[in-house]
């Protein structure tokens, strides 16, 4: 293989260098003009005179390697090579083993073709049913705990986590593990963030390759995407009034629209402002940035008309982009628990967003009072700045904080002046992550709308929270309000009455009418008499023979139920043949199909 010779030739050049200083002859090999493999170009350089030199391993290491390399899938194999060729800056022999350790890993991982089946759906689907059928047969051999210790061995090597036989009990756990729909889906995750975080490593996620996410990775998540979409066209909705509708008009009308999604968010966060202000808190900014070591790559900007400079980072200690956000996660635990301590009163939300490379960060958009504000700042700061203090670069980027201004103004692209604003300072991160709307390129000079897509496949992968509030009405109880609300003017309209809110009728109102400042207030003042109404699924187990999980079926308001949740059957639509069988259906508030048109959902 010719191009493989190109890649290693760097590993050929140390291997000639060590055998000069250390005077050993080397073969005098004559170019010649037809091309070789890798094996015999290797050969040239070995040593033809001397035998049994302690220093000889290291050419056996050179084929090993080699063999090793042509194991690997084409698309890391290249990554590889560059990443094994950096690891030895100063060209010194020497340091051949130190790239050892991390073509082991890539080995490890890709030795059951799992990087295929991180993006080979069909493939997954195959290796989940054989895995879920060799466990059905292992543990079949099996009595009590000895199948579940078994299956807590062996998913282990897989690195998925046992169903939690405390929870579930013994034999819900083992059902899990002998269900291919189970194993598809576990698979799905581990494989998808294991070559993701692979790939991640080998340079392969930055401003010039895939930013934020890998191709690989964004590939795959466009392929579910698809899947998805494809189902969701083929499926349709009747309600328990026989009225029917179109799955993606349910969908699209519903916080899953992108934009729907952003209006809701930004209506909560400026009724929020509004409400600081009017019991005159305070708006503060914060922005947490992981220590150096969990950045794969830097990023320097140039004069403008030259391509900006990506590098690999030389602090970089192999953390993955899980466990970066699990370091800032355990950051604001620490402070909002010291926060508490203190008796700090605070609320608003935050956005996690990824660095070219994947790394995540937060910007926290926080409320409180005016002489709380320094104590936060110092808190939060002293948390942050913990890890590896003293680093280059730290104390100016590691945290930021800006206090909203209130009464300055800015001058917007269209020449029109506006006050300073909360909204402003967070909007353009919320409409980066969902859709890009309003947002012309990224802080890299890529296209926003583009880029929204790839920054949501990255939280898929990773299973990262995008957006979160806190100290705030929880927005499940918002959405129910706001729909019953809906209800009550439409069922008051019908039958020509007046509208009798009673005690609740202003946070109804405030609801129904978008006002998340009048929530707020009302919610301060009723919250301990709301709560979410939640019944028993119709379906008392699961498919796996433990209880199945309360669902929401409405709102409760001072001990008087309201249902908001109507019941609903998901069925195909009478004109497609995408599903020649009839489906059995039941009535729900949710979805419930027969096991066939599961299996199809779940891919």
């Given at each position: 293989m010719p191009s493989l010779v190109s890649n290693v030739k760097h590993d050929l050049d140390l291997f000639h260098t060590y055998l000069k200083e250390n005077g050993l002859p080397i073969e005098q090999v004559k170019k010649k003009k037809k091309k070789r493999s890798v094996r015999d170009h290797v050969a040239y350089v070995r040593p033809s005179t001397i035998d049994n030199f302690a220093e000889g391993d290291l050419y056996e290491a050179f084929l090993k390697r080699i063999d090793k390399l042509e194991q690997i899938p084409f698309n890391l194999r290249k990554a590889t090579q560059r990443k094994l060729n950096k690891i030895n800056p100063n060209n010194e022999p020497n340091t051949f083993a130190k790239g050892e350790a991390l073509l082991n890993e890539i080995m490890a991982f890709c030795g059951e073709v799992r990087a295929e089946l991180a993006i080979d759906n069909e493939k997954?689907?195959?290796y989940a049913k054989e895995k879920s059928n060799d466990f059905n047969e292992i543990t079949g051999r099996l009595k009590g705990k000895q199948k579940y210790e078994f299956a807590l061995e062996a998913l282990a090597d897989f690195g998925i986590e046992a169903p939690d036989i405390e929870k579930l009990g013994l034999e819900p756990s083992i059902q899990r593990v002998i269900c291919s729909l189970w194993w598809r889906r576990k698979l799905r995750v581990v494989f998808s963030r294991r070559l993701e975080d692979l790939e991640r490593r080998l340079g392969l996620t930055s401003a010039h390759a895939g930013i934020y996410v890998s191709n690989d990775s964004f590939y795959r998540w466009s392929q579910q995407q698809q899947r998805n979409n494809m189902l969701i066209d083929a499926m349709e909705a009747i309600n328990e009034d026989g009225e029917v509708f179109d799955l993606k008009t349910l969908i699209d009308a519903s916080v899953s629209n992108p934009v729907n999604r952003r209006n809701e968010l930004m209506t909560r966060l400026r009724g929020c402002e509004e409400y600081a202000q009017s019991v005159g808190d305070v708006g503060?900014?914060?922005?947490?940035?992981?220590?150096?070591?969990?950045?794969?790559?830097?990023?320097?900007?140039?004069?403008?008309?030259k391509q900006n400079i990506v590098y690999d980072n030389p602090k970089f200690d192999g953390s993955t982009a899980k466990e970066a956000g699990e370091y800032l996660q355990n950051v604001w635990a620490k402070a909002r628990a010291k926060f508490k301590r203190q008796n700090l009163s605070f609320y608003g939300f935050r956005v996690i967003e990824p660095h070219h490379d994947?790394?995540?960060?937060?910007?926290?958009?926080?409320?409180c009072k005016p002489q709380h504000k320094y104590a936060i700042t110092r808190i939060l700061k002293s948390y942050q700045m913990q890890d590896c203090p003293d680093e280059a670069g730290a104390k100016a980027h590691r945290f930021k904080a800006v206090e909203i201004d209130w009464n300055k103004t800015f001058t917007k692209k269209d020449g029109t002046k506006v006050k300073g604003s909360a909204c402003a300072y967070i909007a353009?991160?919320?409409?980066?992550?969902?859709d890009g709307f309003a947002v012309e390129h990224d802080l890299y000079g890529k296209d926003a709308n583009s880029g929204a897509r790839r920054i949501k496949a990255w939280a898929s992968t990773h299973g990262f929270r995008q957006f979160d509030s806190f100290g705030l009405p929880p927005v499940g109880i918002w959405r129910l309000l706001r729909k019953l609300a809906?209800?009550?003017?439409?069922?008051?309209?019908?039958?020509?009455?007046?509208?009798?809110?009673?005690?609740?009728?202003?946070?109804?109102?405030?609801?129904?009418?978008?006002?998340?400042?009048?929530?707020?207030?009302?919610?301060?003042?009723?919250?301990h008499k709301v709560e979410l109404l939640k019944v028993k699924?119709?379906?008392?187990?699961?498919?796996?023979?433990?209880?199945?999980?309360?669902?929401?079926?409405?709102?409760?308001?001072?001990?008087?139920?309201?249902?908001?949740?109507?019941?609903?059957?998901?069925?195909?639509?009478?004109?497609?043949?995408?599903?020649?069988?009839?489906?059995?259906?039941?009535?729900?508030?949710?979805?419930?199909?027969?096991?066939?048109?599961?299996?199809?959902?779940?891919?």
């Open positions: 997954l689907i195959a503060m900014f914060y922005t947490l940035t992981c220590p150096s070591r969990f950045h794969v790559k830097g990023y320097k900007k140039t004069p403008k008309g994947g790394t995540p960060h937060w910007h926290v958009m926080l409320f353009k991160y919320i409409a980066k992550a969902i809906d209800q009550t003017i439409n069922n008051a309209k019908r039958k020509g009455k007046g509208i009798a809110f009673g005690e609740f009728g202003t946070l109804l109102a405030s609801a129904n009418s978008g006002d998340y400042c009048g929530f707020i207030e009302e919610y301060q003042r009723l919250g699924a119709k379906e008392a187990f699961t498919r796996y023979g433990d209880e199945a999980t309360n669902k929401v079926k409405g709102i409760v308001l001072d001990l008087i139920e309201h249902i908001t949740n109507m019941n609903w059957v998901i069925r195909t639509k009478a004109n497609l043949n995408a599903f020649k069988r009839s489906l059995a259906t039941t009535w729900t508030c949710v979805n419930n199909c027969t096991q066939d048109f599961q299996q199809f959902r779940s891919q």
